[in-house]
């Protein structure tokens, strides 16, 4: 993995040159790690003219963790407590004779970044914006793969919480027991705080548990994600509790998920973000349900659970290969309830069978 790391740390210095920098300062969590390997508490990465260090606050404590830095990359650790990595970071860099220095001013306070600017006053400070994202949106296989397995995880935490007594449980213990689950089969932990949501709280974009409890003829919707090896998926379904499902719920989920469907099929390279959201948002809003959606229709998922791409009405630009992302519509409708179902797909040209679908939980409208 170490080419890997090195690969990304080049791409990026290929891009900072083109801006005019010769170093950088990484300090968002989930860019170092995906630069270095690994991100300890509070070290940033120095992207340096000469060498690049995983800058840390002090020596690596005992937690465990389910990442190691990459070997290749030399760690410099400060000498003493209460010091700033960043600002020691900017300090490097001057030393290396670098007169100018990018940095994520997306992530630094104002006060940090006025203490980059006084440790090393010879140095201009320039603005790096998204530029790690950006490397980050396009997956590599053994990213995907570390997807697949957190997709797998979080199919079997919610499978086996189907086949339970659901009738007079809480929201909340639902939640806990699905975040349970998740890291018996294997999870670094949840991706994000778990929803369920019952009667008519259901349907609602994440919703928090609360103490009410499942009723019989209840729209139960779960939405739950694993993190595996630091990576993020997502999975969103909606079911009927004890009955047959009525036949307003029927209506409701049949066109919830047509416009699920018109969102995946449209997953394809090249396909305009807008245009997949228009695709989903269109069945809905030709059934009279264009009030009140939500504001996106998916967004990509790695590191962090809600990355570029974002799949809005006003998003710019166009799906690649290999970009996994959410395609998750829902209405809610107020007093009653609603319906949500997402799925984590990546995107995958037609000749290699098109989107690859990650969750792979039923979405047939189940009677629990």
């Not at 990026?12 to 950088?24: D, I, M, V, W």
């Not at 779960?222 to 998926?233: D, E, I, K, P, S």
């Not at 992302?325 to 179902?341: M, N, S």
Request: aromatic share 2%.
């Amino acid at each position: 993995m170490s080419d890997v790391y090195a690969a990304r740390r080049t791409r990026l210095r290929e891009r900072c040159n083109a801006a005019g920098s010769q170093s950088a300062v990484i300090s968002h969590p989930a860019n170092v790690r995906y630069l270095a390997g690994a991100a300890p508490h509070g070290s940033v990465l120095l992207l340096g003219k000469r060498e690049d260090l995983l800058v840390c606050p002090g020596p690596p404590d005992d937690r465990p963790t389910e990442a190691r830095p990459d070997e290749s990359l030399r760690q410099h650790l400060l000498e003493g407590p209460g010091g700033d990595p960043a600002v020691a970071a900017a300090d490097l860099a001057a030393a290396q004779d670098a007169d100018v220095l990018a940095v994520e001013e997306h992530h630094l306070t104002v006060a940090r970044h006025r203490a980059l600017g006084s440790v090393a006053p010879q140095l201009r400070l320039t603005d790096i914006g998204a530029a790690v994202e950006q490397l980050r949106v396009v997956k590599d296989e053994e990213e995907i793969s570390c997807l697949r397995i957190g997709a797998e995880i979080a199919d079997q935490a919610l499978g086996e919480l189907l086949e339970s007594i659901l009738v007079g449980r809480t929201e909340r213990h639902l939640a806990l027991e699905l975040e349970r689950r998740l890291v018996d089969h294997g999870a670094d932990g949840r991706a994000f705080p778990t929803s369920v949501a019952t009667g008519p709280n259901s349907g609602r974009r994440g919703h928090r548990p609360t103490d009410r409890r499942v009723e019989e003829g209840d729209f139960l919707s779960v939405c739950l994600g694993a993190t595996y090896r630091g990576y993020r998926c997502e999975i969103g379904r909606t079911f009927v509790i004890g009955t047959s499902p009525a036949d307003w719920q029927i209506e409701l989920y049949d066109l919830v998920f047509a416009a699920q469907r018109a969102g995946r099929e449209s997953l394809v390279p090249g396909a305009v973000y807008r245009d997949v959201d228009r695709a989903a948002r269109q069945v809905l809003g030709s059934a009279g349900h264009s009030e009140g959606l939500q504001p996106l229709t998916g967004h990509g998922v790695g590191l962090e659970i809600d990355e570029e791409p974002q799949l809005a009405p006003s998003a710019m630009g166009k799906l690649d290969a290999c970009v996994p992302v959410t395609v998750e519509p829902g209405v809610h409708l107020p007093g009653r309830g609603g319906v949500r179902i997402d799925d984590t797909l990546v995107v995958r040209p037609e000749a290699d069978g098109g989107p690859e679908l990650l969750t792979i939980t039923t979405k047939e409208l189940l009677a629990l």
